[in-house]
Each structure stands twice: as structure tokens, then as C-alpha cells.
């Protein structure tokens, strides 16, 4: 089946660690995007990427950092420069076409400090 | 920046009754689209209304969009336990080339 794969579902941090988050799709979706949610809030948004190779600052890219080497993944880093990265973290993609963007969402990595 | 704010930010009801959230955003928009996320899950999405739509219908969600006052509604209609979800609007501003997502409303459903 088509779709997006995050991984892990749980992830740990330790101080001055970095981590990074996988992001996988399987859907030949050009645009992939990173969120963010804490508790009880919406999403916002961390970094996208409109096309293999490229990618642009959303609202809140302070402490990380993204990469697109292939179509297919997207990960994420959570470096040690984020100091406050609990948070549920969730990878989206879409078929770039500007004007119908219907987002499908991976299932999220659940961040916590320990 | 969180464009669509939406309201109320909690609704609970009784299984069979009608469910109607509402969203508001500032900017002139390409569509608007609503999601729904389970808890612990990613957002699935339910329905998109184009910026020359005025209402559209999937089952039993209706969605209706009034540009002039920049507002849209989410109406779920016979509403089920199933129901029981966040639901997130998105704006799909002119000109960006990103969504913009609400606070949004969580709904309970009592059976």
C-alpha cells in the first residue's frame, strides 16, 4: 500500500545529543514537510521540500536540520542547539501541484528528553 | 504563523446529534482543507473547498466557505463515537507554497 512511514514511533534524547527522525513515502509525492505539535496545539511547520535536492526554513527551523537526497525521504535532525524538542513530530508529503495540496501524514515520532 | 483559528476549541455532544466547527483565516487563499487527526495519529485528510467553492459535500461531512467574511464551516452530520478526533483547517494561501493549519477543535462524541 501507498503511503508514509515514520520512524521510530518513540525516540529519546539525551542533552547535548543530536537525533534524527526518518520520513519515508512510497506515494511519487514531489513535496515533503516536517511539523511540529505540542499538546493541544496545531501543527507548525519545521522545513519542506518542493523538490529532490531542495528544501526552505518553515516558521520554526531553529535547531534543525533537513536533507533530500532522494525523492523518497525527508529525515529530519533534532540538534543539540534545540533546547526545548519534546514535541510529536509529524512528516507529511503532497503531489507539489500548488493550487490542490492534499497532505498525507505519516503516523509521528513521539520526542521526549530524558 | 497560524492563519486559520478555529472555534470552538472543544465540542461535545451526544451520538446522532449534527457536529459544526468553524474556521477563520486572514489572507486571500487558493483552497481551504479540513483534517482529521485520531489521537496519537497523523492527520488524515477529509475534504478540500476551492476559494470559487461555496459548500461541498462527502458523506456526511459539508463544508461551506465564505470568502467575503474569510470563514468556513465544517458540518458532520448523524455523528458517530468514530467521530471523536481533532479537526484541523488548512489554508492554502496565494502565493506560498505551503498549508497553514488551525489551532483546532477537538470533538467528543458521547454515546
Known amino acids: 500500500d501507498g503511503g508514509i512511514t515514520q520512524s521510530p514511533k518513540y525516540l529519546f534524547r539525551k542533552e547535548g545529543q543530536n537525533v534524527t527522525l526518518s520520513c519515508e513515502q512510497n506515494?511519487?509525492?514531489?513535496?515533503m514537510y516536517w511539523y511540529r505539535q505540542d499538546p493541544g496545539q496545531g501543527l507548525r511547520l519545521i522545513y519542506y521540500?518542493?523538490?529532490?535536492?531542495?528544501?526552505q526554513k518553515g516558521d520554526i527551523a531553529e535547531g534543525y536540520s533537513v536533507s533530500r537526497e532522494k525523492k523518497e525521504s525527508f529525515p529530519l535532525t533534532v540538534t543539540s542547539a534545540q533546547k526545548n524538542p519534546t514535541a510529536f513530530y509529524l512528516c507529511?508529503?503532497?503531489?507539489?501541484?500548488?493550487?490542490?495540496?492534499?497532505?498525507?501524514f505519516g503516523d509521528g515520532t513521539r520526542l521526549s528528553i530524558l | 504563523s497560524q492563519q486559520g483559528e478555529e472555534d470552538p476549541q472543544a465540542l461535545s455532544i451526544q451520538e446522532g446529534e449534527n457536529a459544526t466547527m468553524n474556521c477563520s483565516y486572514k489572507?486571500?487563499?487558493?483552497?481551504l482543507q479540513w483534517y482529521r487527526q485520531n489521537s496519537g495519529r497523523g492527520l488524515v485528510h477529509l475534504i478540500l473547498?476551492?476559494?470559487?467553492?461555496r459548500e461541498k459535500h462527502s458523506g456526511r461531512l459539508r463544508v461551506t466557505l465564505d470568502t467575503s467574511k474569510k470563514s468556513s464551516s465544517l458540518l458532520i452530520t448523524a455523528s458517530r463515537a468514530a467521530d471523536t478526533a481533532s479537526y484541523f483547517c488548512?489554508?492554502?494561501?496565494?502565493?506560498?507554497?505551503?498549508?497553514?493549519f488551525g489551532q483546532g477543535t477537538r470533538l467528543t462524541i458521547n454515546p
Open positions: 488548512a489554508t492554502d494561501e496565494k502565493g506560498a507554497q505551503k498549508l497553514v
Open positions: 506515494l511519487n509525492h514531489d513535496a
Open positions: 521540500s518542493q523538490i529532490v535536492n531542495d528544501f
Open positions: 507529511a508529503s503532497s503531489s507539489g501541484d500548488r493550487d490542490h495540496q492534499p497532505q498525507h
Open positions: 473547498i476551492r476559494s470559487n467553492e
Open positions: 489572507t486571500s487563499i487558493n483552497n
